[in-house]
């Protein structure tokens, strides 16, 4: 459950806010014992805001926002008091004993009792904290040992034979109530090894189709045995969603379910009038990427070290890097011309992607544009798989300082493998601002249609570890010559 | 709503903690140290949640000369004295009625 809310800087809130964030966190999967650490770090850095950011102020606001992930818990918290460095504030014990100076007390506790916690000077746009503490998961290890006394043998070639005709397979949009078969289907296909491991907790698919996050398809056998599952996952901010989850039981293979399941899903996403899908997909194998191109998606971009390297069934070997993706997009419905400003670099490639969408596009060249008074920009990090997402949603003059701070703090605190950009390509102040970002390291990843606010942005990456491209595999041309441009931007920057 | 009771017992303060103790609750307890008291009882059986101006504020108190007192304190003010590396310093006298 997330939650977010505006904070007043008068000390009298610490004692409620505790007893909130202790029962936040309590029912959001961590023990007593952490739920108390984590509750005295945000009591903590509660009370450095009171005393230092607004000193003197009782009546101002700040925001905090819970969110609950599925292998851990954060909370960001967001001010814009006065300006502070926690670097220049570490605790010395033998000044705290001799002199009672405990200055950086409170910075201590808050590191030690969080397993991440990332602080970013935002310029003009105040100070981001971000606090986040691991869940201790007992349910999955359950699932997995029941799973695996279920657990059926791949078919034999003469039960393929006895093979059910296709039409006598049912498919029908998934309800609350699929939970379960969808898990255990998961690990019948997958073992330990599906990148997404909220599918192995029933609960947690449960709630996001009863919150309507999820629009997925189930397939079922004559006897109403689960075959298959395949979903729609609907973006927060923004009229479209990405497909994924998808999975068929191995008794059930070679009998086209797969298809039917894209099929459904594209009906789906037409009935609920969203204006596009997209798929991202692994390129250690080309196989999902035919999948989706077979169903008209193209690629527009190529995402280096998106998740984690983890050993996937049927490859013997752990492959030796984190996994790229390549965005596979498929527009839904009649789309209207619009209007871009697109970075002269990479002009022709983005020209080139909107064409195989056959999106039309009108693309000008700003003459002077007027910039915000603040920069509005929001960073999401993803502990798990160690990358952020950093998307401009509005530039401001201090947009050069906001951005550079922010990178400053990354590289600084975190050990991420990648950082990508998301820069607004319908934002005439994209192409001047571009200027700005090339000289940061972002190299291309390509166009992000639609993926915030209804509108296409231009997404960058910034690596911070090396990557073999030469173990990506692209399957469309066009994917080819993403992935060509990249390489080269890579290798002259490396 | 906070409901740390505090009461006034000669040169003693006889203090009933509630679920946390933070800046808010050491500034109540300080407006009521008046300059004759020298003893403070700190009952801590229904506070679970404490942080770092809880234990400086107690730390500075009994350094200056005071008697501290505490009743149950819960294992997160250890935890505290620990990592701000006090424990060796810090002869802290307690009880323990309830585990």
């Given amino acids: 459950m997330d939650v977010k809310l505006s904070i007043s800087t008068d000390v009298k809130i610490l004692g409620p806010l505790c007893d909130f964030t202790y029962s936040w966190s309590l029912s959001n999967g961590l023990t007593e014992k952490q739920a108390t650490h984590f509750t005295v770090a945000v009591s903590e850095l509660v009370t450095d805001i009171i005393l230092f950011a607004y000193p003197n102020k009782s009546q101002a606001q700040f925001e905090i926002e819970y969110k609950d992930k599925l292998r851990n818990v954060e909370i960001i918290v967001q001010e814009v008091g006065e ?26 506790l808050i590191r030690r009792f969080c397993d991440n916690f990332l602080f970013i000077n935002k310029g003009k746009e105040g100070k981001e904290f971000h606090l986040s503490k691991e869940k201790v998961i007992h349910d999955i290890d359950e699932l997995i040992e029941q799973s695996r006394k279920e657990k059926p043998n791949e078919p034999k070639p003469a039960d393929l034979k006895k093979a059910i005709p296709e ?10 109530s699929d939970a379960e078969d969808i898990a255990k289907l998961i690990y019948r296909t997958y073992g330990y090894t599906y990148s997404k491991e909220d599918l192995y907790f029933p609960k947690k698919i449960e709630q996001t189709l009863v919150g309507k996050e999820k629009l997925g398809i189930i397939c079922r056998s004559p006897k109403g045995k689960a075959a298959g599952y395949f ?13 994924g989850e998808a999975v068929v039981s191995p008794n059930y293979r070679k009998r086209g379910i797969m298809s039917k399941m894209m099929e459904h899903l594209i ?6 009038k969203l204006a596009g899908i997209f798929g991202k997909a692994v390129t250690l194998h080309p196989v999902s990427q035919k999948v989706n191109h077979k169903y008209g998606f193209k690629t527009t971009a190529l995402m280096l070290a998106d998740s984690k390297n983890i050993k996937y069934k049927g490859f013997n070997e752990e492959y030796p890097q984190p996994i790229s993706v390549v965005i596979d997009f498929l527009p839904i419905g009649p789309t209207k011309e619009k ?24 693309p000008k060249d700003p003459k002077s544009v007027k910039l915000a008074k603040k920069s509005d920009i929001e960073l999401e990090i993803n502990f798990d798989d160690l990358k952020a997402l950093i998307v401009i949603k509005k530039y401001g003059s201090d947009f050069y300082s906001v951005l550079a701070e922010m990178l400053k703090s990354l590289d600084e605190q975190e050990n991420l493998n990648v950082i990508y950009l998301d820069l607004p390509l319908e934002n005439p102040s994209t192409p001047q601002q571009f200027k700005v970002v090339e000289k940061m390291g972002f190299i291309y990843s390509g166009l992000a249609p639609l993926f915030h606010q209804e509108n296409d942005f231009l997404r960058l990456q910034k690596l911070m570890i090396p990557m073999d ?6 399957f469309s041309e066009f994917g080819k010559k993403v992935k060509k441009e990249i390489g080269n931007e890579y290798h002259k920057n490396t | 709503m906070n409901t740390t009771k505090i009461h006034k017992n000669n040169t003693a303060l006889e203090i009933a903690l509630s679920k946390s103790f933070n800046l808010h609750i050491k500034e109540v307890i300080e407006s009521r140290i008046s300059s004759e008291i020298d003893t403070i009882h700190m009952d801590f059986t229904n506070c679970h949640i404490l942080d770092s101006e809880a234990v400086i504020f107690m730390y500075k108190w009994q350094k200056a000369g005071n008697k501290l007192m505490l009743q149950n304190p819960p ?5 505290i004295i620990t990592i701000l590396e006090l424990d060796e310093d810090w002869n802290l006298h307690y009880i323990k009625s309830k585990e």
């Fill in chain 1, 83 to 108: 300006p502070f460095d926690p670097d220049r504030h570490r605790y010395n014990p033998e000044m705290a004993v001799s002199d009672g100076d405990f200055e950086g007390a409170g910075l201590r």
């Fill in chain 1, 167 to 176: 039409k006598e397979f049912t498919y029908k949009q998934v309800t609350p």
């Fill in chain 1, 231 to 243: 979903a729609i996952l609907k973006k927060t901010d923004s009229n479209i969603g990405e497909v």
């Fill in chain 1, 267 to 272: 009906e789906i996403a037409k009935s609920n």
């Fill in chain 1, 339 to 362: 209007t871009v400003y697109l970075p002269s670099k990479y002009k022709k490639l983005l020209l080139e992607t909107y064409k195989e969408l056959d999106i039309q596009v009108k």
């Fill in chain 1, 469 to 474: 491209l030469n173990l990506i595999e692209a």
């Fill in chain 2, 75 to 79: 294992e997160i003010l250890f935890n």
